[in-house]
């Protein structure tokens, strides 16, 4: 006979794993529902606070930048933060970011007696630190409260809190560099409006200068251009005139710039002291000749350039320099667009500026996705430069096979692609070419892997295709600010998700790609898929091979 107390036992671990389910999918909706890193981050410490009745719940993440542990979400109901700030130091956050699994600390262990007297409604605190892969510290989590003591159950919710917002950090630093990718794209498309409005030399480069002065925050921005008759660079645009020729300000500058040449790369230097705080330069080389130097500077103010300055800087640069050579090089959009769509799209949109792109039209039109299964993970684990090479060389291969066949390259998803069969030009057979893209580019892709591992020993994950046929409205789509070749439809949603579900080496079809090839293919239905705004029992196909 079972006693009260194995009951009472059974019945509290029961209630325990209840409660960690109920954490569990909590935090997944939010992770589901707030994109903006922030916003899901104080969600989520909300969340913990009131789950585990906490007066006090804090999110600390470890800067990449700096390696300084820095306050990113928290939830005050004790309305005691004025005091609590300075007793939850960042020291003491750094010292939770080290600790070997979820640990309990009374104010009076950790806290001299004097710091005690601040918080005396806080008398408990919660700690654990976040960390993701086998040993990577991303940040730590604190809670406090009066009374009673965190128990061990609550210790247990913790931990099994963190095994879900340590992933939620890494989609947050995922969407961050999507969003700054998206800025750079704006940045450089706006810029190349400018250089089309056909303005003179210097009018241009004062309107480009003044568009990355209001990206980047920067409050003077300036452009030098190398003069080869007088061998000297010589200011030719700026947002602060007057004062980069006072004697403080020009010496700093200089400095950097020709620090920046000397190097031949960018620099950034912050807190350089009184009379600049903070620069980044810029030099502008093509085809190994110095055309000059773009820089960004503040004087004021706590905030210095950071890499995503830089990166921005480095994204514009180019357009900068082809753009004061406009009419001795290939003009830059078409080196873009070269490389990112069908050349009959490329032609249409320089043969024909002033045609409205963003009136669309209907049709039957196969998208293709694709993507690196565990990129994420490459990513963390992978030397930056060396991930980023990857993904070049990676995506460049996808490109070629594609174009080979007439699709056009829609865009590019970090380290994915979408591509498309059937638009802008027709084509009759448009299914079964991304079908045999798709398979084509499983092949290309292996003889990526290969090259990358007996090269660089970089062991490369595979890659899942979805393709999806259907009717969609293709056209320009877009605004004054950004505008792009795409389509939209129910059958480019569902190519994403079919893309989602597809493991490593797969290429998953639609049943309507299906219908378009099943005499010309051959394919093991997958039958009753579930897809998320998509509906349930969706049909889907693996395809083996072209007959």
Same mark, same amino acid.
């Given at each position: 006979?079972?006693?009260?107390?194995?009951?009472?036992? #059974?019945? %509290?671990? *029961?209630?325990?794993?209840?409660?960690? $389910?109920?954490?569990? !999918? =909590?935090?997944?909706? /939010?992770?589901?529902?707030?994109?903006?890193?922030?916003?899901?981050?104080?969600?989520?410490?909300?969340?913990?606070?009131?789950?585990?009745?906490?007066?006090?719940?804090?999110?600390?993440?470890?800067?990449?930048?700096?390696?300084?542990?820095?306050?990113?979400?928290?939830?005050?109901?004790?309305?005691?933060?004025?005091?609590?700030?300075?007793?939850?130091?960042?020291?003491?956050?750094?010292?939770?970011?080290?600790?070997?699994?979820?640990?309990?600390?009374?104010?009076?262990?950790? #806290?001299? %007696?004097? *710091?005690?007297?601040?918080?005396?409604? $806080?008398?408990?605190? !919660? =700690?654990?630190?976040? /960390?993701?892969?086998?040993?990577?510290?991303?940040?730590?989590?604190?809670?406090?409260?009066?009374?009673?003591?965190?128990?061990?159950?609550?210790?247990?919710?913790?931990?099994?809190?963190?095994?879900?917002?340590?992933?939620?950090?890494?989609?947050?630093?995922?969407?961050?560099?999507?969003?700054?990718?998206?800025?750079?794209?704006?940045?450089?498309?706006?810029?190349?409006?400018?250089?089309?409005?056909?303005?003179?030399?210097?009018?241009?480069?004062?309107?480009?200068?003044?568009? #990355?002065?209001?990206?980047?925050?920067?409050?003077?921005?300036?452009?030098?251009?190398?003069?080869?008759?007088?061998?000297?660079?010589?200011?030719?645009?700026?947002?602060?005139?007057?004062?980069?020729?006072?004697?403080?300000?020009?010496?700093?500058?200089?400095?950097?710039?020709?620090?920046?040449?000397?190097?031949?790369?960018?620099?950034?230097?912050?807190?350089?002291?009184?009379?600049?705080?903070?620069?980044?330069?810029?030099?502008?080389?093509?085809?190994?000749?110095?055309?000059?130097?773009?820089?960004?500077?503040?004087?004021?103010?706590?905030?210095?350039?950071?890499?995503?300055?830089?990166?921005? #800087?480095?994204?514009?640069?180019?357009?900068?320099?082809?753009?004061?050579?406009?009419?001795?090089?290939?003009?830059?959009?078409?080196?873009?667009?070269?490389?990112?769509?069908?050349?009959?799209?490329?032609?249409?949109?320089?043969?024909?500026?002033?045609?409205?792109?963003?009136?669309?039209?209907?049709?039957?039109?196969?998208?293709?996705?694709?993507?690196?299964?565990?990129?994420?993970?490459?990513?963390?684990?992978?030397?930056?430069?060396?991930?980023?090479?990857?993904?070049?060389?990676?995506?460049?291969?996808?490109?070629?096979?594609?174009?080979?066949?007439?699709?056009?390259?829609?865009?590019?998803?970090?380290?994915?692609?979408?591509?498309?069969?059937?638009?802008?030009?027709?084509?009759?057979?448009?299914?079964?070419?991304?079908?045999?893209?798709?398979?084509?580019?499983?092949?290309?892709?292996?003889?990526?892997?290969?090259?990358?591992?007996?090269?660089?020993?970089?062991?490369?994950?595979?890659?899942?295709?979805?393709?999806?046929?259907?009717?969609?409205?293709?056209?320009?789509?877009?605004?004054?600010?950004?505008?792009?070749?795409?389509?939209?439809?129910?059958?480019?949603?569902?190519?994403?998700?079919?893309?989602?579900?597809?493991?490593?080496?797969?290429?998953?079809?639609?049943?309507?790609?299906?219908?378009?090839?099943?005499?010309?293919?051959?394919?093991?239905?997958?039958?009753?898929?579930?897809?998320?705004?998509?509906?349930?029992?969706?049909?889907?196909?693996?395809?083996?091979?072209?007959?």
């Amino acid at each position: 006979m079972v006693s009260e107390e194995k009951i009472k036992a #059974l019945q %509290e671990t *029961l209630d325990l794993k209840q409660k960690e $389910l109920d954490l569990i !999918m =909590a935090i997944d909706a /939010i992770r589901d529902s707030v994109l903006e890193p922030a916003a899901m981050l104080e969600a989520i410490v909300k969340l913990l606070a009131e789950r585990l009745a906490a007066e006090v719940c804090l999110l600390f993440l470890l800067d990449r930048e700096s390696g300084e542990a820095e306050l990113r979400a928290m939830v005050d109901r004790s309305q005691q933060w004025g005091q609590l700030g300075q007793v939850i130091t960042r020291e003491l956050a750094e010292r939770a970011m080290h600790l070997p699994e979820p640990t309990t600390w009374k104010i009076q262990d950790i #806290l001299p %007696e004097a *710091l005690q007297a601040q918080v005396p409604a $806080l008398r408990q605190l !919660m =700690a654990t630190p976040i /960390i993701t892969g086998i040993d990577e510290h991303l940040g730590a989590i604190l809670l406090a409260r009066a009374q009673p003591p965190f128990s061990p159950p609550e210790m247990q919710l913790l931990k099994t809190a963190e095994d879900q917002v340590d992933s939620a950090i890494i989609q947050g630093y995922v969407h961050d560099r999507l969003q700054q990718h998206e800025k750079e794209l704006e940045t450089i498309f706006r810029i190349d409006r400018i250089r089309d409005q056909g303005l003179s030399l210097d009018e241009m480069l004062n309107s480009v200068i003044r568009e #990355l002065n209001a990206t980047v925050e920067a409050e003077i921005g300036f452009i030098m251009l190398y003069d080869r008759a007088e061998k000297e660079l010589e200011m030719r645009a700026s947002t602060q005139v007057d004062l980069l020729s006072t004697m403080p300000y020009y010496n700093a500058l200089n400095q950097a710039v020709n620090e920046s040449l000397k190097r031949a790369e960018l620099i950034c230097r912050n807190n350089l002291g009184d009379a600049l705080r903070s620069v980044m330069c810029l030099p502008l080389i093509l085809n190994e000749h110095v055309i000059g130097v773009l820089g960004m500077a503040n004087r004021y103010g706590p905030r210095g350039f950071t890499a995503a300055d830089c990166r921005l #800087l480095r994204a514009t640069g180019s357009q900068i320099d082809t753009a004061i050579y406009e009419r001795r090089e290939i003009r830059q959009l078409r080196q873009i667009l070269g490389r990112s769509i069908d050349p009959h799209v490329m032609d249409r949109l320089l043969a024909s500026p002033d045609v409205d792109f963003l009136k669309g039209e209907q049709l039957e039109v196969t998208v293709l996705y694709a993507d690196v299964r565990g990129a994420t993970q490459l990513a963390e684990n992978a030397e930056p430069a060396l991930f980023v090479d990857f993904i070049k060389d990676y995506l460049s291969h996808m490109t070629d096979v594609i174009l080979k066949d007439e699709g056009t390259i829609d865009k590019f998803l970090g380290d994915g692609v979408m591509a498309l069969f059937g638009a802008p030009v027709p084509q009759d057979d448009h299914a079964l070419r991304a079908v045999r893209v798709g398979l084509e580019m499983q092949v290309e892709y292996q003889a990526v892997r290969k090259h990358w591992h007996e090269g660089r020993r970089l062991e490369a994950p595979p890659i899942g295709i979805g393709i999806a046929t259907g009717e969609m409205i293709a056209g320009e789509m877009g605004g004054p600010q950004r505008t792009n070749y795409t389509v939209i439809g129910r059958a480019a949603n569902l190519g994403a998700r079919i893309c989602g579900v597809a493991v490593g080496d797969q290429v998953l079809i639609s049943q309507r790609t299906y219908d378009l090839t099943k005499d010309m293919v051959e394919a093991i239905p997958l039958p009753g898929q579930k897809f998320k705004g998509v509906g349930d029992n969706v049909p889907v196909y693996h395809v083996i091979r072209v007959r």
